[in-house]
């Protein structure tokens, strides 16, 4: 089989039609001293705000997605006209609409460039090449200061130092970092459709993906890049995901997943040839494949039990037995995302601290100790090398959104990458420059139980809890980070955090409603937050090694109850808020999910469905019911009742109750397009349930083109 993109392999597949770039999903970004805000046709410069019209907003949106690149204008019209016959002069129209908002601003915060019968590329200040810029003029007199200094050494010392200059030069020259610059984007695959895991080849000729649904019947095709054709690789009614090419191509790799059964590996030869089981995993649904350069090894990821970290395997291409190569601390969640070098030596990946808190390591192929690349511990969702090795790419919201970063392979300050409207994911290098990315667009809002949006944003926000006197509190992730807000009735929404987060969650009200506390990640530490409810600086009550999963006040209003994982032990721990960082053990190991009811405590349990009542203490655990099937923060206690929401496979997702003491438990309520990462909260005064809905979803692939600056 060609690895060039001459051809394509399988059984041809129709796609549905393009879809047009939608306004409503579109998230807010930054043009310089220009905020835009796509979903209201907004934009700000300090006090004054333009409302473009609908079509000049899309025009604008659709340059800033493509990071700089050049935008041809029949991709244009596509993406913001659609089906709808229009002439160029049209695209002209918005095009000069939004030169003039460019010079309405001293600063030039971004231009729009015509590139001559292609099409046109939005340049913004934070676009701009470093390479671009020049430097500083140095003051008058500098250079007489610096030669009357030099002028003092004797000629044999300014002898020996031109020397040194000149070999320390020449030793800088060689080993200096890579610089990268974005030199295109296109989209790959951008359908309704959900397209993820893109692989490339090792040409970059082609691209095999994934489409479909987690959880739901997944296929695995292949698109030619150079003329936009796409066949079926891999298909059937099993979830077939995570394709890796073999480095000749004419094999491909993926990982079949059957619901609620390990994951199994197997190989395809390319291009009608049949498939092979390689290996079964031993504890995990889900794996990353890659294949070593000599195509002789695959390495995967897999847990050695249920509840361990992860960590890499790795075994030969024609079959035998499974050996570990990476060994994580036992209190991670472990490793992912493994790549290996190009010249074979290497191997990287993301090692997971805990949710929303990990780096890149890098370790010798063969084994011994993992060097770490990345010390900030931010969130990193992707990862790959370069082709000359020289650097990792990685996607990362270490600036508040998901956007591409690269960092030399042995490390140092990670350089972002272009700039974008849609979330970056998973990324795949091919050997002409180019990389793959799964670009996310999401959208979900807060909803009343069988009502209407609460919250119309574009982003995602989930419910945290509601006061007793009605407020509100929920976290909003948008482009600028994730932050804490709360709504009194009547009122807008008021921003309450102002430092950066890569996770946040499980926010509760005091009993008073006069404080309000919550968990996050911050600078790669979980902690524990307190806010008062007329806002302020936030106070840490907790902060260290911990991996924080849910908390509940107590009647006092003075102590909380947590679950935590600490040295990879989960159990409920009691901290007192008076006393910040008292922290002291309640229960044994297992409990993953905590809230307070009049009667004691209510407990979730790690890997087991259901709910446990618990004395005070931790002491008696008695099982209350078979639901839900995983734990949940979409769990709240109201009175003698409690309602949590559960997600039963392939059925629209439900909020049970049932008394906190026992007894039966009954459906109260559908909760269609819940999130998994939806909370639940009850207005005291009303009864309504307020739960996360989405309302939008698409996962695309894109291609960036990369050169090098240095």
Known sequence: MADDGSQLTGEAKSFAPHRRLDLANEHDFQLGAFRVRPAYREVRRGDVIDILEPRVMQVLAALARRMGAVVSRDELLRDCWGDVSVTDDSLHRCIGRLRKLSESDDRRSFVIETVPRVGYRLVAADLVDSSDIQPARPAEGAPEVKARRLGHLPLLALGGLVVALVATGGWWLMNR???????GFESVADTPAYESQPALSASGGQVAYTVGQDGEEQDIFVRNIRDGSTALLVGGPMADTSPAWSPTGDRLAFVRVVPDTPCQIFIKTLPNGPERRLAACRNFEISKIVWSPDGARLYFIDRPARSAARRIYSVAAEGGPVTAVTSPPAWMRGDRDLVISPDGRSLA???LATIGVSDIYVQDIGGGTARRITHDGAEVAGLTWSSSGG????????????????????????VRLGSGLREVRKLSTGADGTLAMELVDVRANLAEVGGEL???EAGVQWAGDISPTGVLAFVADTRAGRSVWTRAPGQPAQKMTFFQTTHMDDLRWSPDGRR???????????GVYEIAAGGGPPRILLSGDYEISSLSWEANGQTLVLAAKRGGVRRLWRLDTRKPGDLTPITGPGWTAVRVSPSGLLAMKQDTPGIWKLAADGTGAQRLSDSPSSPTNAWIVQGDRQFWLDMPRGRTPVIMTSRVDGGPVSVAAEAPSATSYSGLAIDPATGKMIYTRQVHMDIDIGLMRLERAG
């Open 391 to 414: 650097s990792l790419f990685f996607a990362s919201n270490r600036s508040g959104d998901f956007g591409v970063w690269s960092v030399a392979s042995d490390g140092g300050e990670p």
């Open 177 to 183: 970092p890579e610089t990268w610059r974005v030199a």
């Open 454 to 456: 609460i919250t119309k």
């Open 349 to 351: 990946f993301i090692r």
């Open 516 to 526: 309000l506390v919550f968990v996050a990640a911050s600078h790669g530490r979980y």
